[in-house]
């Protein structure tokens, strides 16, 4: 994953911060494109600035005027990449890649997926040359519509350029089927000779051949891709249609649910609650449509793993799909959840921390988002912190100097090169977002604005990872570069965290340390509770329709109440029972459990921000070549090589617990420096 610091929780799911992210602000990822992996975007995720320790740093101090002038961010430039969305070039490309299919059509013919054995080695190896050609081409004028689309959601154009690319990419991902089935059955000899000539496809071959015992036959593989643009993406697709049409109701003014749920971080409870409850409202109108499709997705992808298991003759669970796309074992799961579960008591320690900041004993869903209160110590005419762009980025580079020189000259030139977008729009897409063209191997960073605050400056620090991450890939071999949503937000979240040490440095009061504990406070509910009754209703969601029930709107509620219930206790007036509707991770296509891999990406991101202080000066190396590795590796792997650590043992996932806790003791102890009653 491939995303919005305050997102994970927002009930609006339209928005693609990606993350959530889960310091839960507005983010969530739009499904992917059926196109190569490895240009897709990456969501802001669920997050915070994760730190513990601060630092010192010389930052230039915004002018005394900037709090009465309006902050805005810049415009990207993606030029580079194309001139416009109907360029000869663009086009150029779109003709190629149908050339390209063709071309594998003829030789992917040649190829008999019931003798693998047989199969000619320098075919195989064109196929791949070819096939990732027309992937480049694929992904980066998808890559460029979807970022023209981002700017101005109304364009036509871009739609229909975006529709070509999925329906490009269904028809190159059905001439290259029997490459892809003869890789994954062939005798391992054969494999080998073909790997000796593309060794860079080690990793994803290997791995893709531990399935090869649930892959059907070419026709019905055919059968599932074809099908599915119409039929299993086309859910995704309906649920985004319906969520942008959505208008709701908020004290008398109609607006669309985007622009509701951004005044669930409104600093006025009165206005967070009728925006909650009209985003509920709203969606109880299209609660049919919602469950329907949440009953077709969980339905489509269990019978294909019935399928498939009948032809292993072995059952397929259904979390073995999003273990698989994340690379990591049952186990690790099981273990981070055990640790996450045993956690419940801190998370639910937060709110309460939270609930009396705000003279309350307990917290509201519409309250989850809420900023930091201004306490009777405070200084009411402080505003809180607001960053010019060029400032924040200053900010951002110094802090991620520590780690080494060229970290911040890479964030530095990040802006310069006008690879960020962070302009006001009426028609510019909600969230934040990373993404890369494939051909240039340069990131793109996308906020739907930019005003200075806190959550934007810690946005553009996760996303700014995230493109580091990309950046220190770009000289390695595509099929290397494709790392899995867990390990994606090791980067992003290591980010934050230095950033918010920073921050935290400049912190002159128990006001202003309490102000930063509370994002701290904010992502350890967002990871310790709100992502794990996300999971929790996924699996009980999957177990009714695996038992055959294809549940009401009314039973999906009593599932999400119930699963939120189980995490936050009676730490919350009452619970979401809409969550379900409103969270649009649950209705994407492309991922499965969209959920876990946030709490892994933000546990593991503490292990290995823990490792800079213990690792001093060799840190920045190990660091990039930790991040190199997440391609080519399982979890379980990158872990043990870089951490020497085993992440299928409980106790990993609780020290990155340990650090958490200590994070909120010193929130909690700020909140009594500046005369809360707890």
């Known amino acids: 994953m491939q995303h919005t610091s305050r997102a994970l929780l927002r009930t609006a799911n339209i928005t693609k911060r990606a993350a959530a992210s889960l310091r839960l602000a507005p983010s969530t990822c739009r499904p992917s494109l059926k196109v190569p992996a490895w240009h897709l975007k990456t969501c802001r995720a669920p997050m915070s600035h994760l730190s513990w320790r601060a630092r010192s740093v010389s930052v230039d101090a915004p002018d005394a005027d900037v709090a009465t002038e309006a902050i805005v961010g810049p415009a990207w430039n993606n030029s580079d990449a194309y001139g416009s969305l109907n360029c000869e070039e663009l086009t150029a490309d779109l003709v190629e890649v149908e050339r390209l299919v063709g071309e594998l059509q003829t030789l992917c013919a040649t190829l008999d997926v019931t003798a693998c054995d047989t199969a000619d080695v320098e075919v195989l190896v064109k196929v791949s040359k070819i096939n990732q050609e027309a992937g480049i081409l694929l992904g980066n004028v998808a890559v460029y519509a979807n970022c023209e689309l981002s700017v101005n959601g109304k364009s036509q154009e871009a739609k229909q350029t975006l529709a070509q690319t999925r329906s490009l990419s269904s028809k190159l991902s059905q001439a290259v089927q029997p490459h892809s089935m003869v890789l994954r059955l062939a005798p391992e000899a054969l494999v080998q000779q073909y790997l000796e000539q593309v060794p860079e496809e080690a990793f994803a071959v290997e791995h893709a051949r531990r399935l090869k015992d649930l892959t059907l036959s070419l026709e019905e593989e055919n059968l599932v891709t074809a099908l599915g643009v119409d039929g299993h993406s086309a859910w995704g697709q309906l649920y985004n249609s319906i969520s942008a049409a959505l208008s709701c109701d908020v004290d008398g003014e109609k607006m669309g649910v985007a622009k509701a749920a951004g005044m669930l971080s409104n600093p006025d409870r009165s206005k967070r609650l009728a925006a909650w409850k009209a985003i509920q409202a709203a969606w109880r109108g299209q609660e049919e449509a919602a469950a329907g499709i ?66 309350m004993t307990s917290l509201h869903p519409a309250d989850l988002m809420a900023p930091p209160p201004v306490l009777a110590s405070g200084d009411a005419t402080k505003g809180p912190l607001r960053l010019p762009f060029d400032s924040a980025i200053k900010v951002i580079a110094d802090a991620v100097n520590t780690v080494g020189p060229s970290v911040g000259t890479f964030v530095q030139d ?37 005003t200075g605050s806190y959550q934007h400056v810690s946005t553009l620090a996760h996303e700014l990872g995230h493109a580091f991450h990309n950046h220190v890939m770009r000289d390695m071999p595509l099929p290397e570069t494709r790392y899995p949503m867990n390990l994606a937000e090791t980067a992003s979240i290591f980010f934050e965290t230095v950033v918010g040490d920073q921050l935290l440095s400049l912190a002159a009061t128990p006001q202003e340390r309490m102000q930063y504990g509370w994002y701290d406070a904010e992502s350890a509910v967002a990871f310790l509770l709100n992502i794990p009754a996300r999971f929790d209703f996924e699996c009980a969601l999957y177990e009714a329709r695996s038992a ?10 009593e599932m999400m109440s119930a699963a939120w219930e189980g995490r936050y206790g009676e730490t919350l007036e009452e619970m979401d029972p809409m969550f379900w509707a409103t969270k649009l991770h649950f209705h994407l296509t492309g991922i499965e459990f969209y959920n876990f891999p946030y709490s892994f990406g933000y546990l593991f991101a503490l292990g290995v921000y823990a490792k800079q202080e213990e690792m001093g000066e060799a840190f920045h190396d190990a660091y990039v070549a930790l991040l190199r590795d997440t391609g080519r590796m399982t979890a379980e792997e990158v872990v043990q090589k870089h951490l020497g650590t085993d992440i299928e043992d409980v106790e990993f996932w609780r020290g990155s617990i340990r650090i958490i806790e200590a994070k909120i003791d010193a929130f909690e102890a700020a909140l009594k420096e500046s005369g809360v009653q707890l």
Not at 294 to 307: I, K, S, T
Not at 344 to 349: D, T, V
Not at 427 to 434: L, N, T
Not at 548 to 556: A, F, H, K, N, Y
């Open 294 to 359: 949440l009953n077709a997705l969980a339905g489509w992808r269990l019978e294909l793993n019935r399928r498939r298991g009948a032809k292993a003759g072995r059952e397929v669970h259904y979390l073995d799909g999003a273990l698989h796309q994340n690379r990591m074992s049952r186990a690790t799961l099981d273990a981070m959840m055990q640790a996450i579960t045993e956690a419940k008591g801190l998370g639910q320690r937060c709110l309460k921390l939270q609930a009396a900041a705000n003279g």
């Open 414 to 450: 990040a802006s310069d090169r006008k690879w960020i977008e962070g302009t006001e729009g009426d028609s510019k897409m909600p969230g934040a977002y990373c993404t890369k063209f494939p051909k240039l191997r340069e990131p793109r960073v996308y906020l739907s604005s930019y």
């Open 548 to 557: 055959g029930r294809s549940l009401t709107p009314e039973e999906l509620s």
